[in-house]
């Protein structure tokens, strides 16, 4: 049994895994949401939200990190370039492939899409203390990690 509540820690552990996965359609829908007032979908506001952590890559680097195919990226990146928030350019060092470079200048209007979220969230995370912090950043961190090797997994299932 779990310290704080009386139900057993197998329960409990099920009760975290639905309300992850309930956390996880609500993340979609929103993204949509956002997606929708750029002209886009959610797949391609994500793949277009890596490539803020990644850098400049290739088109094939961006189809493995998402596990996405060849052509459904070829797709994002056309959706991305038409509403000018990612360029094509050549690879200097292989005249063969293509890199995808995000641009900045719609940053801005972006961010104000994400700025009633980003304050709901401080606030929702000012009741934790730090220690409590600690262990969401842990979890979060984790799952950061857990979930490309779920995806990978999956994704090898099929071959």
Known sequence: MTEENSIPKEEFIQSLNQELRKFSIAN??????????????ATDLKCRDLLNYTGAISAGQLAK???LTTGAITGVIDRLEKVELVERVQDPNDRR????????HR?????????????????????????????ILDVLVDLNQLFPKETSKLKNEDS
């Open 28 to 41: 979609i829908f929103f993204y949509e949401s956002v997606a929708e007032k750029l002209h886009l979908n």
């Open 107 to 135: 940053k801005q209007e972006i961010q104000q899409l994400f700025n009633p979220l980003s304050s709901s969230l401080s606030d929702l995370f000012k009741k934790y203390n730090e220690k409590e912090l600690q262990v």
């Open 65 to 67: 990190i998402t596990n």
């Open 97 to 104: 492939k293509v890199i995808i470079q995000p641009l900045t």
